[in-house]
Nanobody
Framework: QVQVVESGGGLVQAGGSLRLSCAAS????????MGWYRQAPGKQRELVAS???????DYADSVKGRFTISRDNAKNTVYLQMSSLKPEDTAVYYC????????????WGQGTQVTVSS
């Protein structure tokens, strides 16, 4: 059974920083892309950043230059360093792990709350 577990959320003032971590375990298949998504109240879940096993990254325009995604393939762990946080970054942040298998399979974490106060 694949498990995806996030940690590191919390309350921070605008302009501050937080680091999220996500560890995936239990897969017999390699993990390909891992990513962070977020969902604010009343809004759809959106991609924040993703990273492939080869290290290629993609970011939402709203977080470019402020957030950095990184990964430790040996630990199947992905990190999201968030800096210069804004109140509009407030959301539940979810981690996603995509297995390298056909057909593709995705697993989600339970989410971690990030609240940025003004």
């Amino acid at each position: 059974q694949v498990q995806v577990v996030e940690s590191g959320g919390g309350l921070v003032q605008a302009g501050g920083s937080l680091r999220l971590s996500c560890a995936a375990s239990g897969s017999i298949f390699p993990i390909d892309a891992m990513g962070w998504y977020r969902q604010a109240p009343g809004k759809q879940r959106e991609l924040v950043a993703s990273i492939t096993s080869g290290g290629s990254t993609d970011y939402a325009d709203s977080v470019k230059g402020r957030f950095t995604i990184s990964r430790d393939n040996a630990k199947n762990t992905v990190y999201l360093q968030m800096s210069s946080l804004k109140p509009e970054d407030t959301a539940v942040y979810y981690c996603n792990a995509q297995l390298r298998v056909v057909p593709s399979k995705n697993y989600w974490g339970q989410g971690t709350q990030v609240t940025v106060s003004s």
